[in-house]
């Protein structure tokens, strides 16, 4: 009786490599786009480099054909000018007021864009065509009562006078509401509500995760646009209690004004909002990578 060989077990072939993905000739950034991005990087960057440039030049220096383009020695001009206009005083009253705005702003407007987004309440559309409608009108026609209703509650040349009226906005509330709507599905918000968790629970759990990238593009633009407010500020506050655009103003005085102390004035004002825009701008990056649903 012949014995049958075994025959030998089948090796299994090795995984092929995953081939890299090659880029195609339209993935591949040329050198137009390069040539575009680095033209709009130097558009947009020279007017703070040139007020760096004339704060260090004396006016006759900076009124020479051609202007000078690289700084100079003359550095006195910011030292007159946080003397002359308190520019350290009006630092800390600005980030106070912007800071609190925007803080206050993010936290009403996304608990009014919650409600508005995923509550059923009656008159919520109305509600919210009446908030909407408020953009239309035009923020100077309020100035008189305002200031009138700061002076009977003393509040006069005091910094809760700026901070107060603007802690809510109509753009931010719809902002909110907007992208609650889209980002926030109703099965989460059901869900919480089927464990028992209060409305505010499921705010603090569900809602402000989901709500991260929106928050911060909100945050950084109601902190930029207090920071550079002037036409209410310049009503309310005094030149002995001003924010930074007040106190810029003031450096404009003079029958021929110093240009150098007047941009000086500019730069010191302006480097605290390339600070929180470059914390801001990363959260809004970090966000929309991590802002998904938590449990």
């Keep these: 009786m012949a014995v049958l060989s075994e025959a030998p077990a089948p090796t299994a072939e090795p995984a092929a490599k995953p081939r890299k993905r090659r880029l195609r000739g339209h993935d591949k950034p040329g050198i137009l786009a390069y040539t575009i991005l680095i033209f709009a990087t130097l558009v947009s960057a020279f007017p703070f480099y040139w007020s760096i440039v004339a704060a260090t030049h004396t006016n006759s220096e900076i009124n020479e054909v051609p202007p000078p383009f690289l700084p100079g020695t003359h550095t006195d001009s910011f030292k007159e000018a946080a003397d002359t206009a308190h520019i350290g005083k009006a630092l800390l009253n600005s980030t106070i007021v912007s800071g609190s705005v925007a803080v206050g702003t993010v936290l009403a407007c996304t608990l009014a864009g919650f409600a508005f987004a995923k509550l059923r ?23 008189i009562p305002l200031y009138m209703m700061m002076a009977k509650l003393h509040w006069a040349n005091q910094l809760q006078s700026v901070i107060l009226p603007t802690l809510v906005t109509a753009f931010g509330v719809f902002f909110m509401r907007q992208y609650l709507a889209e980002a926030l599905p109703d099965e989460l918000v059901e869900a919480g509500r089927v464990d028992g968790a209060s409305y505010f629970r499921i705010f603090w759990s569900i809602v402000l995760p989901v709500a991260r990238p929106a928050m911060a593009v909100l945050a950084l633009l109601t902190f930029m646009t207090t920071w550079n407010d002037f036409f209410w500020p310049i009503i309310a506050l005094s030149q002995d209690n001003p924010t930074v655009q007040v106190a810029i103003n003031s450096l404009g005085g003079g029958h021929v004004p110093d240009q150098s102390v007047i941009l000086a004035g500019t730069v010191l004002g302006t480097l605290p909002v ?21 449990g």
């Design 274 to 294: 390339l600070v929180v825009f470059g914390l801001l701008g990363r959260q809004i990056v970090g966000g929309i990578m991590q802002g998904a649903v938590k």
């Design 121 to 143: 309440f009656r008159g919520r559309n109305a509600l919210l065509a009446f908030t909407v409608g408020t953009m239309m009108i035009p923020p100077q026609l309020g100035l």
